[in-house]
């Protein structure tokens, strides 16, 4: 017994001088700022196995002593930080440097701003759209959405083909950028509407000039760059569902959106819409053949932690839309007598058929993310994305191609880029980026019509560079210069006389391949090299006002629409006609921007001046018959243009103080709440666009208007909010004289001669529109009326003003729930 007792002291002394020897261990280091290495004084260092925190000292320095060997789990975190948790196996003295995600608030993606002039740390003109304003014009398009902006105004062809034009531009001049995928849908046709469902959108940026430099420096006029929902590092799901119905066109829309979110940083994403409409109506007839429907289904996921992340994206589009019937014509008397007469030569009564002339598009896009931060340096994101257009148009055709596309196009577009964002520095911000594209163009030759756009390949490599420089509070500067070359090799079919006509048998030799009888094959090669500049500067002269003045200089090369146009573009009912000779357009922009905050008033003006040289616009030149119709013919020509302007808009708010009782508060205390009571808006712009080359006016610039918006929040306390805007624009009385004389048959066989009419502006008009909503538990229903005295106009910038007017009244009712 007395052994056992003495085996077992031995035994206890032993492992006591065991420990005494093993826990002398020491653990530290410093804990610093991931972003910027910056050391963190007053992190807490919680060792779960001790049940003890330790705190760091002003160098962020932290010595722990007297631990054993073994293994422990540790916690640490600092004041607006995400929690830091590793595992430390001890084994002897250690040193472990720990890094913490201190402006991870900062860093986010999407910025949360207090108003919609955006942004606040750049020179650039931007506007940001918010989700309340995206969510209104759900059951609408993207264009319709933008044009609330000033400056923003929409190209149409018809009311479901809308182009946003920024500052008198539009086109290939304005790229869009969606979640990160710059948008390649044959966006060069003028009544090509972007292939984008706005309900994918959580916000919408604007920026109105050739400054953002990262998605390409062609877009000489502006960007417009769309942000889906936020992704939240918890677990958490959120989402919508938003139901609209409207009168006009007896139809409506319905989207669902639902983001997963977990903690250990998965997420899925899923938006799936669906919209159906008939003919749209004028207060006088029934626009015939204007309905549409639409499916667009957009799927993400991924894997987001601070300091790398993943993500791979799907979306489709598919949509139909139909095409005027009036605007398709048989013969020249009736194109005079209907652009002339302002009357619909066909009305029918209303369908939700849709019918030739028509146009289809699917498009597909398929994106691949990831990137990776680095400590005290900043973060990279490389991006490779594939797109895929079909587009389809319809013409009126008749015997065996019945219910045959007259044009078919498939583009196919490869994206590959690399972004470094340095922004370690306290007041130094510096961006390097690259990336090439190559795409693939292929018209169906089994149509039977001649091709519009040829055959072609093009490829485009680039590079950008960009510093944001903040030397203290006040004062705000950047520059950025971007390198493109761009190569586009095509293959087209000729008349031998119209080549020759134009003079490129003379100009263009080494582009001729082969004579097919009256037809000449040829190879036409073009490159171009871009070049984009910019540099700004904001002072901000208290918290309440800044200016900022930013100068740019950009090139676009001309798209294959404009190099390559040669016939009937049936979704427009005119024949295009293409220039091989167009050189690439230089734009120098002048930007300027002045904000004021100041209580309940908010004001911003921005004027610009753009002198665009080889200005390429599409003017009418004559009228054309063919074995399907009359037509308008259009033609690309080049000239030196001037565009200047002035985009202004204010917001004055009401408040009202509303005592409320609180649990527990003291009965003699009166406690307040501040809430909103009316809120009135004005936005006006102006545009003054001149052709220099022949000192007359540019085609197709959005006349001048004013937007007058008043608003009342819970009406005499019954909870409704209520909103009346008017709209006024005036007639557009600067247009070139493109009128033109047409052989009109008669009855009794001979022609008479007649000016066809197509460059008059239409009659100024003002719309009047008003809505009211009521928001309960996680639910808002709104009841819209738009144009609500059913007003007769025509729209300046819609492609058939000369055939019909403009829609009526339209009642839109409109349920969104929470999840």
């Avoid at 639910?779 to 729209?795: D, E, M, P, Q």
Wanted: aromatic residues 12%; contains cysteine; hydrophobic residues 35%.
């Amino acid at each position: 017994m007395f052994s056992k007792t003495l085996v077992t002291i031995v035994l206890i002394i032993g492992f006591c001088y065991s420990n005494a020897q093993e826990c002398d261990y020491v653990l530290q280091g410093k804990v610093t700022d991931f972003h910027d290495s910056k050391p963190l004084e007053l992190a807490q260092i919680y060792i779960v196995q001790l049940q003890k925190t330790f705190i760091t000292k002003a160098d962020g320095s932290y010595r722990i002593e007297k631990l054993c060997a073994g293994t422990y789990d540790i916690s640490i975190s600092h004041y607006d930080c995400d929690t830091k948790k590793i595992i430390v196996d001890l084994n002897d003295d250690m040193i472990k440097n720990i890094s913490l995600e201190h402006h991870v608030n900062d860093l986010e993606a999407v910025q949360v701003i207090a108003d919609v002039h955006d942004n606040h740390s750049s020179t650039q003109s931007s506007t940001r759209i918010k989700s309340e304003t995206i969510q209104k014009y759900s059951g609408a398009s993207l264009g319709d959405a933008l044009a609330t902006v000033p400056g923003i105004s929409s190209l149409k062809t018809g009311n479901s083909v809308v182009k946003p034009i920024i500052h008198g531009l539009y086109g290939s001049r304005v790229s869009i950028v969606n979640d990160g995928l710059r948008q390649q849908d044959q966006e060069w046709g003028v009544e090509h509407a972007p292939n984008i469902d706005v309900n994918t959108a959580s916000n919408i940026q604007i920026i109105k000039g050739a400054t953002a430099l990262r998605y390409g420096g062609d877009a000489v006029g502006g960007t417009i760059i769309i942000e889906p929902a936020r992704v939240i590092s918890k677990d958490t799901l959120n989402g919508h569902i938003i139901a609209q119905g409207q009168t006009n066109g007896r139809g409506g829309s319905i989207t669902s959106t639902v983001n997963n979110y977990r903690a250990s940083g998965w997420y899925e994403q899923a938006t799936l819409t669906y919209k159906k409409l008939g003919d749209f109506e004028s207060p006088d007839y029934v626009l015939s053949n204007t309905g549409s429907e639409t499916v667009a289904v957009n799927f993400g996921v991924g894997f987001k932690k601070f300091e790398y992340g993943a993500s791979l994206k799907y979306s489709f589009y598919d949509t139909e839309i139909g095409i005027l019937r009036a605007s398709h014509i048989g013969n020249a008397a009736d194109l005079v007598t209907s652009i002339n007469s302002g009357q619909p030569t066909i009305i029918n009564d209303f369908t939700y058929d849709i019918d030739a002339p028509k146009q289809a598009v699917q498009h597909h896009g398929l994106q691949l993310n990831t990137y990776k931060r680095f400590a005290g340096l900043g973060k990279l994101d490389i991006d490779y994305s594939f797109q895929f257009n079909n587009r389809k148009e319809f013409d009126i055709r008749r015997g065996e191609n019945a219910g045959r596309a007259s044009l078919d196009i498939d583009l196919q577009t490869h994206n590959i880029a690399g972004h470094f964002l340095m922004d370690a520095m306290d007041q130094f911000t510096f961006q390097i980026g690259t990336d090439a594209m190559y795409q693939v163009n292929q018209p169906d030759a089994a149509t039977g019509v001649r091709r519009l756009i040829p055959d072609y390949t093009a490829f485009k490599v680039g590079g950008f560079t960009s510093a944001l420089y903040e030397p203290n509070e006040k004062w705000i500067i950047d520059a950025g210069f971007r390198y493109d070359y761009y190569k586009i090799d095509a293959e087209k079919f000729y008349f031998q006389s119209r080549w020759e006509d134009l003079g490129y048998d003379t100009q263009f030799p080494q582009f001729e391949v082969e004579r097919q009888g009256n037809q000449l094959l040829t190879n036409p090669v073009l490159d171009y090299n871009l070049i984009a500049f910019t540099a700004g500067a904001k002072y901000i002269f208290s918290n309440h006002y800044d200016l900022s003045i930013n100068l740019s200089t950009a090139n676009r090369a001309p798209n294959p629409s404009e190099l390559f146009s040669d016939g009937l573009h049936h979704a427009l009912a005119t024949i295009e006609l293409g220039s091989l000779d167009l050189e690439k357009e230089q734009s120098y922009k002048i930007n300027t921007n002045f904000h004021v905050q100041q209580g309940n008033f908010d004001f911003e003006l921005n004027p610009y001046l753009n002198s665009v040289q080889n200005f390429i616009q599409l003017i009418p030149t004559g009228v054309e018959t063919t074995n399907r119709g009359a037509f308008p013919v259009f033609e690309y020509e080049q000239v030196n243009a001037l565009l200047y302007g002035i985009d202004a808009h204010a917001t004055y708010d009401f408040y009202t103080k509303k005592p409320v009782r609180k649990m527990n508060s003291n009965p003699n205390e009166i406690i307040y709440n501040v809430e909103k009571l009316i809120s009135l808006s004005t936005s006006f712009s102006y545009i003054y666009g001149n052709d220099t080359t022949n000192n007359e006016a540019l085609i197709d610039m959005p006349p001048a208007q004013i937007q007058n918006d008043f608003t009342w929040y819970n009406v005499v306390d019954t909870g409704f909010d209520f909103q009346l805007t008017h709209q006024y624009v005036w007639q557009q009385s600067r247009f070139p004289d493109n009128d033109y004389e047409a052989r009109v048959p008669l009855d009794d066989g001979t022609f008479e001669t007649r000016t066809v009419q197509i460059s008059q502006s239409p009659e100024a008009y003002g719309l009047w529109n008003a809505g009211i909503s009521y928001a309960f538990a996680k639910a808002r229903l709104s009841v819209t009326s738009n144009n609500i005295f059913n007003t007769s106009y025509r729209n300046y910038l819609n492609r058939q003003r000369f055939y019909a007017d403009e829609v009526g009244r339209d009642i839109q009712i409109q349920f969104i729930y929470n999840l």
